[in-house]
């Protein structure tokens, strides 16, 4: 297995497989709680796992209003995508999950913040419940 690096985060490594996959993981976003990676990447496409709103330096939940959580949910996949030598102009797609639709207004606003006058396709979930109590969790695919 081959190791290389790329992008401006020193700490993370980037892994290419026989299967021509890159396994991203960057310090600058939660590790992963689970048996999955933050984001691969296969032909030029970058997979992002859902994130949470989890600050990755402290390892805190971020359980105040919609709008925190929704801007360290995009801190966190902006991170990885550029871990991947992606961007947020560079997502063609995102699927939100919402455990609360009449929140989606916030949730909105603070995405239009992030995404400026990008619109990749989107999906929005309403759940009953995400994980720990938090609102939102979005994954999201990019090009490199």
Known sequence: MAKKHRGNNSKKKLNLTENNMEFISTKKAPEPAGHYSQAIVHNDLVFVSGQLPVNPESG????????????????????????????????????????????????????????????????????????????????????R
């Open 60 to 143: 805190e939940r971020v359980v105040t209003s919609i709008e925190e959580q929704t801007r360290q949910v995009l801190n966190n996949l902006q991170a990885i995508l550029e871990a991947a030598g992606s961007s947020l102009d560079r997502v063609l797609k995102v699927t939100v999950y919402i455990s609360d639709i009449s929140l989606w207004g916030r949730l909105n606003a603070v995405y239009c913040e992030f995404f400026k006058d990008h619109r990749p396709a989107r999906a929005v979930v309403p759940t009953k419940e995400l994980h720990y109590g938090f609102q939102v969790e979005m994954e999201a695919i990019a090009t």
